[in-house]
Nanobody
C-alpha cells in the first residue's frame, strides 16, 4: 500500500486546512486509516483514525471538536478537515494504514506510512 498525503501549508491561527491521503495498492475498505503528527523535538502522536469503509472515527483529545476525519471509498482517499487551527497544531502530518483498528492509533503498530505534509500555524 502506498499513501500520499497532501494539503499542508502555512495558515494563521483560527484558519482551516484540509489534508488528503490517497491510497494505492489497497482500498479504503481493506485498511483502517489514520493521521499522526510530529512536531519538532517531539514524538510522533496520534491525531485521528477511521475504520475501514468509514464506519467509525476516533480522535485525540487535543483535536476533538476541531478536526474531522472522513473517507471517500470511490477515490480511496481519506481526509482530515482541520478547523480552528492553533499554533500547537504545527507539525508534519502523516497518514497511516493498518489492518487492525487499534494499531492505527499507535505509531509502533502502523503497517504503512505515507510521506508527511507540513502544517504551520502562525499566531
Amino acid at each position: 500500500v502506498q499513501l500520499q498525503a497532501s494539503g499542508g501549508g502555512l495558515v494563521q491561527a483560527g484558519d482551516s486546512l484540509r489534508l488528503s491521503c490517497a491510497a494505492s495498492g489497497g482500498t479504503f475498505r481493506t485498511y483502517h486509516l489514520g493521521w499522526f503528527r510530529q512536531a519538532p523535538g517531539k514524538e510522533r502522536e496520534f491525531v485521528a483514525r477511521i475504520s475501514r469503509g468509514g464506519s467509525g472515527t476516533f480522535y485525540a483529545d487535543s483535536v476533538k471538536g476541531r478536526f474531522t476525519i472522513s473517507g471517500d471509498n470511490a477515490k480511496n482517499t481519506v481526509y482530515l478537515q482541520m478547523d480552528s487551527l492553533k499554533p500547537d497544531d504545527t507539525a508534519i502530518y502523516y497518514c497511516a494504514a493498518a489492518t487492525i483498528l487499534s494499531a492505527v492509533s499507535s505509531p509502533d503498530q502502523v503497517l504503512y506510512w505515507g510521506k508527511g505534509t507540513q502544517v504551520t500555524v502562525s499566531s
